[in-house]
Antibody
Framework: QVQLQESGPGLVKPSETLSLACTVS??????????WAWIRQPPGKELEWLAY???????NYNPSVKSRVTISLDTSKSQFSLKLTSVTAADTAVYYC????????????WGQGTLVTVSS | QSVLTQPPSVSGAPGQRVTISCSGS?????????VHWYQQLPGAAPKLLIS???NRPSGVPDRFSGSKSGTSASLAITGLQAEDEADYYC???????????FGTGTKVTVL
């Protein structure tokens, strides 16, 4: 079974770039069986899907962050990553990496989440 | 801003039945897209509870059931237990956004 683990800085300054990585174990990040995604949850608020990437590099982004976000794969490290530019306090959230089976629409496995605070 | 609307909270006594609604539109639930449900215990990541409207993944008690009709869906918990106290989220796909959408979330309280 696939396991996911987020990593990255817990504090980012306003206007800077938030960078997170998700390490995948239990299967290959290059597998065609999965889509890899990032989802966030501001404190006390609902979940928001941000982006997903497929093994062939195909991507899709939430229009709410599309101009600021990039998702990528690093097969050598068995990771996929998220970069969010020009962050503000509104980007403070727990960031989760998650996965769906190819052809399905639900997230069957999630990382534990990592809290990122945007503050000077 | 969530595309799917849920009641902020529902409550019930142990053993009772509670239901959570999830209201969408013709671009998500009302289309061919399925509805999925997640349980989020305090301080934990969401966990898949119901997939494809009514399917329970292995290990999920049969006290949990889901259904979909028109542009709405619902999650029912029968025989409510103290361990069911959590936040619950519905999720679907939206063709207008070309992406995944979540509900506003419902907090279940066991009285």
């Amino acid at each position: 079974q696939v396991q996911l683990q987020e990593s990255g800085p817990g504090l980012v300054k306003p206007s800077e770039t938030l960078s997170l990585a998700c390490t995948v174990s239990g299967d290959s990040v290059s597998s065609s069986h999965y889509y890899w995604a990032w989802i966030r949850q501001p404190p006390g608020k609902e979940l928001e899907w941000l982006a997903y990437i497929y093994y062939n590099g195909g991507t899709n982004y939430n229009p709410s962050v599309k101009s600021r976000v990039t998702i990528s794969l690093d097969t050598s490290k068995s990771q996929f990553s998220l970069k969010l530019t020009s962050v503000t306090a509104a980007d403070t959230a727990v960031y989760y990496c998650a996965t769906t089976y190819s052809g399905y629409e639900y997230f069957h496995q999630w990382g534990q989440g990592t809290l990122v605070t945007v503050s000077s | 801003q969530s595309v799917l609307t849920q009641p902020p909270s529902v409550s019930g006594a142990p053993g009772q039945r509670v239901t959570i609604s999830c209201s969408g539109s013709s671009s998500n639930i009302g289309s061919r897209y399925n509805v999925h449900w997640y349980q989020q215990l305090p301080g934990a990541a969401p966990k898949l509870l119901i997939s494809d409207n009514s399917n329970r993944p292995s290990g999920v008690p049969d006290r949990f059931s889901g259904s979909k009709s028109g542009t709405s869906a619902s999650l029912a918990i029968t025989g409510l237990q103290a361990e069911d106290e959590a936040d619950y989220y519905c999720q679907s796909y939206d063709r207008s956004l070309s992406g995944y959408v979540f509900g506003t979330g419902t907090k279940v309280t066991v009285l």
